[in-house]
């Protein structure tokens, strides 16, 4: 298995960055992914999930703090999954790391820091 986080950097509050994920391995769309952040000194959250399934899935779910102003989607053909974010905050300053939810294996995460 093999995840490829991308996307990150630097961007001013307000601003917008949309992360990606690239996963092989596995068979991409049948598993649920997520987007997850960790800060140091806390524990790694899941920001946000997307559903598979052979249809295609696309059940989403999120965490209050970003609801309205990320989006998750992906593009199976692609073995991608992408994070939109919106309207940055600095609280929203983390390593975002992607994962199937079911299966063990991260990326190597990618940095994104709203300066404050």
């Known amino acids: 298995v093999r995840i490829e986080e991308s996307g990150g950097g630097l961007v001013q509050a307000g601003g917008s960055l949309t992360l990606s994920c690239v996963a092989s391995?596995?068979?991409?769309?049948?598993?649920?992914m997520g987007w997850y952040r960790q800060t140091p000194g806390k524990q790694r959250e899941l920001v946000a999930s997307i559903t598979g399934g052979p249809i295609g899935g696309g059940q989403t779910n999120y965490i209050d703090s970003v609801r309205g102003r990320f989006t998750i989607s992906r593009d199976n053909a692609k073995n991608t999954v992408y994070l939109q974010m919106n309207n940055l905050k600095p609280e929203d300053t983390a390593v975002y790391y992607c994962k199937a939810l079911e299966l063990v294996y991260w990326g190597q995460g990618t940095q994104v820091t709203v300066p404050s």
């Open positions: 391995g596995f068979v991409f769309h049948g598993f649920a």
